[in-house]
């Protein structure tokens, strides 16, 4: 089946679909590519990627420098960060967290806290996010915190701003570089967002955090899938750990698949894959050669409303997986 062929009838499944704004593509190893608009989408269009920065800047960064021989992914945290709870040195378990545990989501960490309740000032709110004495679960859980500690790591190591930090090409922090879907009415704000970071604790930290707080087109998420694919994307050894399955349903910086997941249970093995919360996604199937991804703005006007888009992505996945065999 050609692509063309392939995108329209993966498509398909988003064209009812609830959402002011949804982009698609697919992207092969050797570069050829199909993309589908529908909505107020369009080509120059850019998305508040959500979560995909995790897996996109802030794990590439942290194993592009771990290949590198900068940081090692199993030293304590505080090794990156001395002052990392350092009223309580002899007994904080946070200051014992390694990079590889927080890439995995593979800590007691909560998955959300509004850190953004606790004041304006993003300084002061890095020192609360470092000195807090963190609640600890019984259980892993995926978690926001992981990633914004990894990000205060990062901004140590290179004595920048998590907003200035290297991207993949299309790929901005803190801001598109065109014009923006909408996300969502944000009452803390009080406004409509547009063209600024949708999740409150990145807005918070500055316009970006190890989180959250990326922008791409569709042509420019699809750029970096296709790095993956050849991999252009990172050093060989950081493509190696993105890829190598650590926990059940977990790379280093990414998901794998499991009962359940976004991307069906008719991918490859060979597959990672991350979701955002305003709605994007993005699969890597390596066994198949090619890359899809799902960009929507399905949190506008509001979050609070059922728009269908975990069915549609289990559907967009599940129709290029049966359509390209095994």
């Known amino acids: 089946m050609d692509l063309e062929t392939l995108a329209t009838g993966a498509f398909a499944h988003a064209l009812d679909a609830p959402i002011d704004a949804i982009a698609f593509g697919i ?4 570069g050829t590519r199909a993309t589908r608009y529908a909505g107020t989408a369009r080509p120059e269009l850019w998305f508040d990627l959500a979560s995909l920065t995790k897996p ?4 590439r960064e942290i194993l592009v ?3 590198d021989g900068a940081l090692d992914l199993d030293a304590p945290l505080s090794v990156l960060i001395p002052d990392l709870r350092q009223y309580d040195i002899a007994h904080a378990w946070e200051r014992r967290l390694t990079p590889r545990a927080l890439l995995a989501h593979d800590t007691p960490l909560p998955p959300v806290v509004p850190i953004y309740t606790y004041g304006t000032d993003p300084r002061t709110l890095r020192a609360w996010v470092l000195q807090h004495e963190w609640p600890h679960r019984d259980t892993a859980a995926y978690s926001d915190i992981n990633y914004i500690l990894l990000g205060l790591a990062l901004e140590r190591l290179t ?3 998590f907003a200035d930090l290297p991207t993949p090409d299309a790929i901005a922090l803190a801001g598109p570089r065109g014009p923006c879907a909408l996300t969502e009415y944000c009452h803390w704000r009080e406004r409509m967002l547009c063209g600024e970071v949708h999740d409150e604790n990145a807005a918070a930290l500055g316009g970006a955090a190890g989180h959250a707080g990326a922008f791409g087109t569709l042509d420019g998420v699809l750029d970096a899938a296709g790095a993956i694919l050849t991999g252009e994307f990172a050093p060989a050894r950081a493509i190696a750990w993105m890829r190598e399955i650590v926990r059940p349903g977990r790379t280093l910086g990414w998901e794998a698949p499991s009962p359940g997941w976004s991307g069906s249970e008719l ?3 060979a597959t990672i894959g991350h979701l955002g919360f305003t709605g994007t996604g993005l699969w890597v199937d390596f066994d198949r050669g090619l890359a899809w ?3 929507t703005n399905r949190v506008h006007p509001t979050r609070h409303r059922e728009t269908g888009i975990a ?3 289990r559907a967009i996945s599940a129709e290029i997986c049966r359509a390209t065999g095994t």
């Open 159 to 161: 004595g920048r701003p």
């Open 27 to 30: 992207v092969t190893r050797d």
């Open 65 to 67: 420098r771990a290949a």
């Open 267 to 269: 991918c490859s093995p």
């Open 56 to 59: 996109l800047v802030t794990a």
């Open 293 to 295: 991804t799902l960009l």
């Open 311 to 313: 069915l549609l992505r």
